[in-house]
């Protein structure tokens, strides 16, 4: 089995470091576990020495998010294969044994995700990641068990080992080689949808991502940034056009761009008919981030784009109006 790392990235989190830290430990007897701290202001740092003196302690000097805390934290890991894994992330035994074995088998495989199910309602997927991802063609992720706000419940059929587009970061294992090739997350997202990028990035490259359904992990999802905030609203919005104008083909990019741009348009539109202005607000703030820095997210573009990106058209036409609420009415 390939030498693995466990990285938690923490940020005033004690309390999820206490819930959740004992069934890494009990859980991933194969890997070296690190806790990275994002200048935490509580006692999570003294927490994890005093009663889990086997973990590893990365302080990084700020709070720098998602994307850029795991790139400062990650320079001094030296396992073959990283596993990034939320705070508010429950294992289950055996879950890093199928995953090694896949990297071990097929070299190509450069990134995993596993089963993610709900810790609060352990019969469904979870929102973030839920049984492997994809997008459309105009950026919008939805996942195998979970289309927008509609979550499947886990009758096995998504116990497979299959080709993915992005693998989501609340449990992301990808092979050290790989993501120091591709220069670790854009730390320019702060948090929200790097994960995507990364794949995307790696997807042009020829490498491949892959889900496997005989790992399972529970995750509280929002633990550090619910699903109704507006700053979530900001980021994802935001995040999903710098990362659109990175890595489309060039030839479709300005048509996908602009028809993007009025599909957001119509979600402000929605916000506010739905009595939440500041969502909005983020909206708006999110367009105009955008437009400031555009011209520094094109170049970032990488040499080759692939054209082969997307399953479907629209997944909010398939969605809102064909009622395809199932992945399995995608196919």
């Known amino acids: 089995m390939p030498n693995t790392a466990v990285v938690i990235l923490n940020w005033n989190g004690i309390a999820l470091l206490e819930q959740f830290l004992p069934s890494v430990i009990r859980y991933s007897p194969e ?57 508010d992330i429950e294992v289950t035994e055996n879950w890093l044994a199928p995953i090694l074995s896949l990297f071990e088998k097929e070299p190509e495989t450069a990134i995993i995700q596993p089963k993610i199910l709900d810790f609060k309602n352990k019969e469904y997927f979870e929102y973030a990641g839920a049984g492997g991802g994809f997008i459309d063609k105009y950026g919008f992720p939805f996942c195998r068990g979970r289309i927008f706000e509609t979550l499947e419940k886990d009758n096995g059929q998504y116990n497979d080992t299959c080709e993915i587009f992005w693998a989501s970061g609340a449990c992301f294992f990808i092979r050290k080689k790989v993501f120091r090739e591709l220069e670790g997350f854009d730390p320019d997202f702060f948090a929200h949808q790097e994960e995507i990028d990364l ?43 710098w990362m659109l104008t990175k890595n489309l083909p060039a030839k479709t990019m300005a048509v ?76």
């Open 31 to 87: 890997a070296v576990i690190y806790v990275a701290d994002n200048a935490s202001t509580d006692a999570s740092v003294s927490f994890v020495k005093k009663h889990f003196p086997s973990v590893k302690i990365i302080s990084n000097s700020d709070n720098f998010g998602f994307a850029k805390g795991y790139n400062e934290a990650l320079q001094f890991v030296e396992e073959d294969i990283y596993a990034l894994v939320n705070s």
């Open 199 to 241: 794949c995307w990035r790696a997807f042009n490259k020829n490498y491949t991502i892959k889900y496997c359904g005989n790992s399972t992990v529970y995750h509280v999802g929002g633990a550090t940034l619910n699903a109704g905030s507006p700053k979530k609203t900001f980021l994802n919005f935001r995040n999903s056009l």
């Open 256 to 331: 996908t761009l602009f028809i993007r741009m009025v599909l957001d348009g119509i979600a402000g539109i929605r916000f506010l008919t739905q009595g939440k202005p500041k969502h909005l607000f983020s909206v708006l703030h999110a367009h105009y981030s955008f437009y400031s820095r555009i011209f520094k997210f094109s170049n970032k573009r990488d040499i080759r784009q692939s054209e082969k990106y997307y399953k479907i058209n629209s997944i909010v036409y398939r969605y809102y109006i064909s009622n395809d609420n199932l992945f399995e009415k995608l196919k």
